[in-house]
C-alpha cells in the first residue's frame, strides 16, 4: 500500500508539473498570441492552423484563419538549433530534420527541452522510400539544441505551443506541418540542384515535394496530401 501510496504521488506530482509548465506558459503568452492573431487580422483561436518550416532559411512559419478560406501568415519563428542539412530524413541516427507533409500529433508539457510537440514522422512516403530502422521521436521544440529536431528559443516555443494546442481543439484534428528544404521557388530548385548534397535521388524527392509548396503559395490553403502505396511519391490536391 505505501509504494502505491507513493506512485499514485509521483505521478500526481509529475502531472501537475507539467500543467504547471502549460499555465506558466499561457500566463506569460497568452496576451502576445492574442495580439499577433489580432495584428493578422485572425480571430483567436482560429478555426484552422498550419504551420510550415524552411530549413536552409531557418524558418518557421504560423499561418491561420476561418475554415475553408484563405489563411494569413500570424508569425514566423527563427529556428536557434537544427541539425544535419537539407535532405529528407532516411534513417534513424542520421541527424536530419524530416522533409515533407507532417502533422504535430502529440504534446510533451514534461519535455527536457522545455516544451515540445511531435512531428509525425515516420510517414507514409517516408515508410517506402526510407531505411530500416526509420528512427522518430522528431520534435518542435525549445532549449536551442538539436539531434533531428527544429530548436526555437524557449519564449516562442511558449507561443506556438499555445497556437497548436487551442487550435488542435478547435479543428478537432491535427495540425499539418509542412517541412522543405527551402523555399521551391525556381531559384530555390536551381540553387538545390547545385547544392553539395544533391544526388539524382533528392533531387527528384525535391521536385516532388515542389507542388505542394507552390499550391499553397498559389491558394493560400493546405493542400490534401496522399502517397503512392509503391513508390512514395507524394500527391497534392487543393485544401478544402
Given at each position: ?41 485572425v480571430s483567436w483561436p482560429p478555426d484552422e492552423l498550419y504551420v510550415r ?157 515542389e507542388p505542394g509548396w507552390r499550391l499553397f503559395e498559389e491558394t493560400r ?20
Amino acid at each position: 500500500m505505501t509504494r502505491l501510496l507513493f506512485v499514485v504521488g509521483l505521478l500526481a506530482a509529475l502531472t501537475a508539473g507539467a500543467r504547471d509548465r502549460v499555465e506558466e506558459a499561457r500566463r506569460a503568452k497568452a496576451r502576445a498570441v492574442a495580439e499577433a492573431f489580432a495584428a493578422a487580422g485572425v480571430s483567436w483561436p482560429p478555426d484552422e492552423l498550419y504551420v510550415r518550416a524552411f530549413k536552409q532559411e531557418r524558418e518557421l512559419e504560423v499561418w491561420a484563419g476561418a475554415r475553408g478560406k484563405p489563411l494569413r501568415r500570424v508569425k514566423t519563428f527563427p529556428f536557434c538549433a537544427a541539425s544535419g542539412d537539407v535532405g529528407p530524413k532516411r534513417r534513424e541516427g542520421d541527424a536530419q530534420v524530416p522533409e515533407g507533409f507532417y502533422t504535430l500529433d502529440q504534446f510533451n508539457p514534461r519535455s527536457q527541452f522545455h516544451l515540445s510537440m511531435r512531428v509525425s514522422y515516420p510517414n507514409d512516403a517516408d515508410r517506402v522510400r526510407g531505411e530500416r530502422p526509420l528512427g522518430g521521436n522528431i520534435y518542435i521544440h525549445g532549449n536551442c539544441a538539436s539531434i533531428g529536431c527544429i530548436a526555437i528559443e524557449d519564449g516562442p516555443i511558449e507561443e506556438l505551443y499555445l497556437m497548436v494546442l487551442e487550435a488542435r481543439a478547435r479543428m478537432k484534428r491535427d495540425v499539418p506541418i509542412h517541412i522543405f528544404p527551402r523555399r521551391l521557388d525556381a531559384a530555390g530548385l536551381a540553387a538545390l540542384e547545385k547544392h553539395p548534397r544533391a544526388t539524382p535521388a533528392r533531387v527528384a524527392f525535391w521536385r516532388d515535394l515542389e507542388p505542394g509548396w507552390r499550391l499553397f503559395e498559389e491558394t493560400r490553403r493546405p493542400p490534401r496530401v496522399t502517397v503512392d502505396a509503391r513508390t512514395g511519391a507524394y500527391s497534392v490536391r487543393p485544401g478544402r
